[in-house]
């Protein structure tokens, strides 16, 4: 079956440790997207990455950190530099049209809730 | 810059009649529209698009939304929803290599 996998479902942290959440995808889709998302914002972009090796800051990045270094996986690490980090993690995939200019349709994972203590 | 506005927060509605979830639009080039439904606590999933052609486009669910690119609107529709349609949609417009999204409407339907 192809899809995206997150693991794991519900996490638990304590404040002040640094946590890093799986995203792995098996559709060959070039671009893959980390969101957060909490009640009543709808989804805001942390990071994204096109290309192997390569990745830019969405519009919440402060926090956050990325690496892309299989096109297959896109693992997001929480550090403990974000200030509330407690919200629902959703990552996504999609191929790129051609020069990259718009996405077609992104794919999501089921999500992993991060709750901190 | 690209931006999306979800015009209702919340929708209640009896089940068997008919709902239209509205999404405004703004953006200088042409765009790519989405909408996706997210069930309680799961990733979220593609109801349909607009990539071109013809401005009604059908998706799965009995859902349909129709691209009215001078009022920048790309409105989600049903007839008749049931319950199983209780949920949240997201309407999304692409450029520079990624989406943004609206707020969210947030669908109720009651029995």
């Known amino acids: 079956d192809g899809g995206i996998t997150q693991s794991p479902k519900y996490l638990f942290r304590k404040e002040g440790q640094n946590v890093t959440l799986s995203c792995e995808q098996n559709?060959?889709?070039?671009?893959m997207y980390w969101y957060r998302q909490d009640p009543g914002q709808g989804l805001r972009l942390i990071y994204y990455?096109?290309?192997?090796?390569?990745?830019q800051k969405g519009d919440i990045a402060e926090g956050y950190s990325v690496s892309r270094e299989k096109k297959e996986s896109f693992p997001l690490t929480v550090t403990s530099a974000q200030k509330n980090p407690t919200a629902f993690y959703l990552c996504?995939?999609?191929?790129?049209?051609?020069?990259?200019?718009?996405?077609?349709?992104?794919?999501f994972g089921p999500g992993t809730r991060l709750t901190v203590l | 810059a690209q931006s999306v506005t979800q015009l209702d927060s919340q929708v209640p509605v009896f089940e068997e009649a008919p709902v239209e979830l509205r999404c405004n639009y703004s953006?200088?080039?042409?765009?790519?529209l989405f909408w996706y439904v997210q069930y309680p606590n799961q990733g979220l999933q593609l109801l349909l698009k607009y990539l071109s052609g013809s401005t009604l486009v059908k998706g799965i669910n009995g859902f349909e939304a129709e691209f009215n690119k001078s009022q920048t609107s790309f409105h989600l529709r049903k007839p008749s929803v049931h319950i199983s349609d209780t949920a949240e949609y997201f309407c999304a417009v692409s450029g520079e290599g990624k989406l943004i999204f609206g707020q969210g409407t947030e669908l109720s339907v009651k029995p």
């Open positions: 953006s200088s080039v042409s765009v790519y």
């Open positions: 990455s096109q290309i192997v090796n390569d990745f």
């Open positions: 559709l060959n889709h070039d671009a």
């Open positions: 996504a995939s999609s191929p790129l049209t051609s020069g990259g200019r718009s996405t077609d349709t992104q794919y």
